[in-house]
């Protein structure tokens, strides 16, 4: 199993004791190693969100012994500017409004903005002056938060 998903499954219980919504994890090694986690609340995420994450999770992770060396352990919001890494992404930012660019034109365009409806069998739901435009996952080069 790989430490992401080791991590996430630790995670679960402690995110949804609070509400909050897993985004992404991130393990970048190197000189010093960094765990990131970010999280969601969909009431807006918190400085004292973070805080209870890292502090909880910290604890389990010091006593599983998961990584053997030295590392940072971040927990955060995603950012206003941070593009979706993972599908889950677009039923946890549903009802948000999102930035969607496409790969090849879609009715002669290439980027969507409106309210993400989510996911469903691959197909991204964008609502538009409240028009639902369906757009394909494999087309979308970029989607992001628009702030």
């Known amino acids: 199993m790989k430490l992401e998903d080791k991590v996430k499954e630790l995670l679960t219980p402690i995110l949804e004791n609070r509400g909050l919504k897993l985004v992404d994890i991130e393990y970048i090694t190197g000189k010093r190693p960094v765990l990131r986690i970010y999280i969601y609340n969909p009431e807006g995420t918190s400085i004292d969100d973070c805080e209870y994450v890292s502090q909880r999770i910290g604890s389990i992770l010091d006593v599983e012994d998961l990584i053997k060396t030295s590392y940072t352990l971040e927990v955060s919001s995603p950012g206003l500017d941070r593009k979706f890494k993972n599908v889950e992404e677009y039923n946890i930012f549903k009802g948000k409004d999102v930035v969607i660019k496409t790969k090849e034109p879609i009715d002669d365009k290439r980027t969507f903005k409106g309210v993400l409806e989510g996911l469903e069998d691959n197909i991204v739901k964008l609502k538009q002056d409240n028009i639902v435009i369906e757009i394909p996952l ?10």
């Open 138 to 147: 494999d087309k979308i080069s970029q989607t992001k938060l628009d702030f």
